[in-house]
C-alpha cells in the first residue's frame, strides 16, 4: 500500500498549473520507496511527496521541469552503480526506475485526482494502468503494463467511548491510521476525553454504513453493551471491512456469535470477527490491551495485501 494521499491532494489543488507526475514503477534491492509511490511537481518548483526518500529527488525534479516545459514522459533508473551514486543515485545499494509524466495530455489525465478522491471517500480502490512507452494513463488493467493502486486511507472505527479507547486512538495516529470514535452514549463521547478525534453520537450501524467500510477500514468494538456492539458488527460483517474485532472473554465471544448466528450470518461471515480482539500478548489493563488490538489490526491489514 502506498501512501499517496497528499499528491492527490496536491493535484486537486494545483488543478490548471502546469505539473509533473513522478511515479517509481519498480525497484530492485534495497529501495527506499515502494512501486507506486509518487511525487507530484509544480511549474513554479514547489512538490509534494517522495519517489526515494531524499537521495535522487533533486534530480527527478530537473526532469520534472524538462517535462512541464515540453519534453515527453520518460523512465529514469537510478542506482549504486551510477558513477555520481552519491549526488544522484542510491548509497543505499538498490535501485529504482522512476516515470516522469505531464498532468495533462500524453501522460497523467487531471480528471483522475478527482476520480481516486470521490472513490477513497466510499471507502473504494480505484486501480490506474499507464503505458511506460507513451507515459499514459488511464483507468483499468492491461496485461505488461503498469499497475497502481490507490486505496483509501486507513481507517479505525471504535464502538464504545471506554478507556481501552483512550488509549487505542494515538496508538492508532502513530501509525497512519485515522480514528473515529462512535458511541450514542453522550457522557462517554465527549470532546473532553477524546480530544481532537472525530465523533460520531448515530447508533454504530448506521455510523458505519455511512462510512462505506472496505479492506482499508478496521472496526472494533469495545462497550461491553450488546445493544451497541452487534449491530456494529452486523454492520461491517455487511461490508467488505478489511478488519473486525470484539472485545471480551472467550465465553462472551461464543455467545456473540451465537447470536450473530442467529441473524443469518454464516462460519465464512464469523470466522472474520477477531475475539477476543488482538494479538495474545498477555496483556494487562486498558493500555496493553490497546496495543494488542493495534497489532491484531495491523496484522489485518497486511493480510490484505
Known amino acids: 500500500m502506498n501512501d499517496n494521499g497528499a499528491v492527490i491532494r496536491k493535484g486537486l489543488e494545483w488543478h490548471g498549473a502546469r505539473l509533473a507526475l513522478a ?12 512501486r507506486g509511490s509518487h511525487m507530484i511537481v509544480h511549474e513554479d518548483g514547489r512538490f509534494e511527496g517522495s519517489i526515494s526518500g531524499g537521495c535522487v529527488e533533486t534530480d527527478v525534479l530537473q526532469r520534472a521541469a524538462e517535462v512541464i516545459a515540453g519534453r515527453a514522459a520518460h523512465v529514469e533508473t537510478y542506482g549504486v552503480a551510477d558513477g555520481d551514486a552519491w549526488d544522484v543515485g542510491l548509497p543505499c ?7 516522469v509524466q505531464p498532468v495533462g495530455e500524453g501522460g497523467f489525465p487531471p480528471d483522475l485526482f478527482d476520480r481516486i478522491d470521490t472513490a477513497s471517500a466510499r ?3 480505484v486501480t490506474l494502468v499507464t503505458d511506460l512507452a507513451t507515459g499514459a494513463t488511464q483507468e483499468g488493467s492491461g496485461e505488461g503494463l503498469f499497475l497502481n493502486r490507490y486505496d483509501p486511507p486507513r481507517r479505525l472505527l471504535i464502538v464504545g467511548a471506554v478507556q481501552i479507547a483512550q488509549s487505542l486512538v494515538p496508538l492508532a495516529q502513530a501509525i497512519g491510521v485515522a480514528p473515529v470514535l462512535i458511541d450514542p452514549r453522550g457522557r462517554f463521547l465527549t470532546a473532553e476525553r477524546f480530544p481532537g478525534v472525530e465523533l460520531d453520537d448515530r447508533w ?30 452486523a454492520a461491517a460483517l455487511r461490508a467488505p471491512t478489511g478488519y473486525i474485532a470484539a472485545l ?12 450473530l448466528a442467529g441473524q443469518g450470518f454464516g462460519p465464512n ?25 493495534t497489532a491484531g489490526m495491523v496484522a489485518g491489514f497486511n493480510r490484505m495485501r
Request: proline share 7%; aromatic share 2%; no cysteine.
Open 123 to 125: 471507502g473504494r480502490a
Open 269 to 293: 461471515d464469523l470466522v472474520r470477527i477477531d475475539g477476543p480482539a488482538g494479538l495474545d500478548i498477555g496483556a494487562i489493563g486498558a493500555a496493553e490491551i490497546a496495543l494488542s488490538i
Open 204 to 233: 454504530p450501524d448506521d455510523a458505519i454504513v455511512a462510512r462505506f467500510p472496505g479492506e482499508s477500514t478496521a472496526v472494533v468494538t469495545l462497550s461491553h453493551d450488546i445493544k451497541i456492539d452487534d449491530p456494529a458488527l
Open 248 to 259: 471480551g472473554s472467550r465465553k462472551s465471544h461464543a455467545a456473540r456469535l451465537e447470536r
Open 93 to 99: 545499494g538498490g535501485e529504482i526506475a522512476v516515470l
Open 23 to 34: 511515479t517509481v514503477v519498480s525497484t530492485w534491492g534495497s529501495a527506499p520507496r515502494p
